[in-house]
T-cell receptor, first 115, second 110 residues
């Protein structure tokens, strides 16, 4: 299993500002994933972050709005840029999918409120 | 049409009841199937994988019907601690990321 930590755990931000969320894993992993969970909704994949290459974004998500860094095999950041109230959500970092069981492990999430 | 569809519930059942959740998926090339559990204000955690032959883990039984693109989860002898949202999850061929259903909320009552 993997132990994942995220910072910050929660934040309240003003519209128009940006927030960078950090994700740290206790072991080296090839892929890291960023998901969003809006209030009362399920998880939606934002992007897949590979070390040493550009992140791959899902339909509806763009790099200008959600820039991602992946400087090494244990760390990634997701920035939510030029925030609006619609960005209020829980942002979750995830790793896994590399074992036979394909199990993915999730960080505790960052609860973001944009006012 | 959503890629993974679930009845959102909530399912309110008494302790000791048997409850079944259903899920359908749209991509016939989907490779792997899972049930995750998410407690309120917590991250999702793997409950069990779902195999074509069906599999059982204690009070939990999962089944997969590839022809109908249908997945089920049966919980027997429900406990108060089973109260949570159960997420049907699919992994498509060629992708490592997961596709989540909207979740079914279960509330077990004393």
């Amino acid at each position: 299993s993997a132990v994942i930590s995220q910072k910050p755990s929660r934040d309240i931000c003003q519209r128009g500002t940006s927030l960078t969320i950090q994700c740290q894993v206790d072991s080296q992993v090839t892929m890291m994933f960023w998901y969003r969970q809006q209030p009362g909704q399920s998880l939606t994949l934002i992007a897949t972050a590979n070390q040493g290459s550009e992140a791959t974004y899902e339909s509806g998500f763009v790099i200008d709005k959600f820039p991602i860094s992946r400087p090494n095999l244990t760390f990634s950041t997701l920035t939510v840029s030029n925030m609006s109230p619609e960005d209020s959500s829980i942002y979750l970092c995830s790793v896994g999918g590399e074992s036979l069981t394909y199990e993915q492990y999730f960080g505790p999430g960052t609860r973001l409120t944009v006012t | 049409r959503k890629e993974v569809e679930q009845d959102p519930g909530p399912f309110n059942v008494p302790e000791g009841a048997t409850v079944a959740f259903n899920c359908t998926y749209s991509n016939s090339a989907s490779q792997s199937f899972f049930w995750y559990r998410q407690d309120c204000r917590k991250e999702p955690k793997l409950l069990m994988s779902v195999y074509s032959s069906g599999n059982e883990d204690g009070r939990f039984t999962a089944q997969l019907n590839r022809a109908s693109q249908y997945i089920s989860l049966l919980i027997r002898d429900s406990k108060l601690s089973d109260s949570a949202t159960y997420l049907c999850v699919v992994k498509d061929t060629g992708r490592r990321a997961l596709t989540f259903g909207s979740g079914t909320r279960l509330q077990v009552q004393p």
